[in-house]
C-alpha cells in the first residue's frame, strides 16, 4: 500500500510539474514572438467565464484554447489541450499573461511614438536634404527654413514671414520643446535620430518658439551636453552631413571660448568629408564662415551682447 501511494504521489507530482513547465514555454514563446512584431494594439479582456476577442464578441473557451486577443493584427491563442480548456486554467494563464503581454506592449507603443515624433520633427525640419534629389531648389526651400533667408529675392524675410514661420513651428511643436525642457525626451539621446530630433528642438525651435526672450536660449546647455556625449560615443560617424552642421550648432551658440575652439575643428573635418560633393560643401563652409563670426564675437565680448 505505501509503495502504491508513493507511486501515485509520485506521478501527481510529474504530471503537475510537467503542466507548470508546459505553461512557463508557452509564455515564454508567445513573448518571444511578440516581441519580434511591430508594435500594434493589445487587447487582453476578461469576461466572467470566458474571454472577449478584439472585435468585442464573447469568445468563451473554445477548441480548448483560450482566446486573449490580438497584438499587431495576429490572434493570440494560448494553450491548446483540453486541459487548458478549464476555466480555472485559463483564468491562471490569463493573469499571467496580461500582466507580460501589457508591459510589452507599454515598451513598444512608446518606443513606436518616440519614433514617429522623431519623424515628424525630421521630416518638418529636413524635409528637403533628405531626398535624393537635393539640390539647389532643396537647399534654397531648406534655407528659408533654416536661416530666415530668401535665395530668390535675395533677402532676409520680411517680419511677418517670420512671424508666420514662427507660429507654425509653435503650434506643431511647442508643447513637445516643453517635454524636452523637463526631461520627458532624455531617452532619445542614445540614437542619432533621437539626437538629431533633439538638437532640432533644443537649438532651432527653441529660438523660433521663443523669439525676442531669454527663455530662446534656456535649452541651448542642455543640448549641447547631449551632442558631446554623442560625439564622444561615435554616434554623429554616418550621419547625413547636413544633418551633422546642425549636431554642431550648439557649439556655435556657446559663449565658452574653448567651445568655440571645438567647433571650428568639427566643421573643418566635416568640409574634408564633403569636399567632392558641391552643394554641402558649400552649406559645410557656411557653416565654418558663421562660426568664425561667432568666434570673433566670443573673443571680444566674452559673450553674445544681444542676449
Known sequence: IFILVSFVTYCFCRICSKRRQQRTNMLSSISKRLLSRPAGMLRCLSSGEG????????????????LVGTFAGATILVGGDSRVAQA??????????????????????????????????????????????FGEDGLTRSVRLWYGYDMIE???LTAQEKLDQDELIKRNFGEDLEKFMNGEYDHWENTPEGISALCILGDQFSRNIHRGSAKAFEADEKTLGIVQKAIKGGLDKGVEPIVRTFWYLPFMHSEKPEIHEQCLVLYKNLAEEVEDDPVRAKMVQDCINFEVDHKKIIDTYGRYPHR
Not at 51 to 66: E, N, P, Q, Y
Not at 100 to 116: F, G, N, Q
Open 88 to 133: 480555472e486554467d485559463a483564468r491562471d494563464v490569463l493573469a499571467d499573461i496580461r500582466s507580460r503581454l501589457t508591459r510589452i506592449e507599454k515598451r513598444l507603443y512608446s518606443t513606436s511614438r518616440d519614433a514617429a515624433k522623431q519623424h515628424e520633427l525630421f521630416g518638418f525640419f529636413y524635409e528637403e536634404c533628405i531626398k535624393d534629389d
Open 51 to 66: 474571454l472577449l476577442s478584439s472585435t468585442g464578441k464573447a469568445s468563451g473557451i473554445v477548441g480548448g484554447a483560450c
Open 154 to 156: 535675395n533677402r532676409p
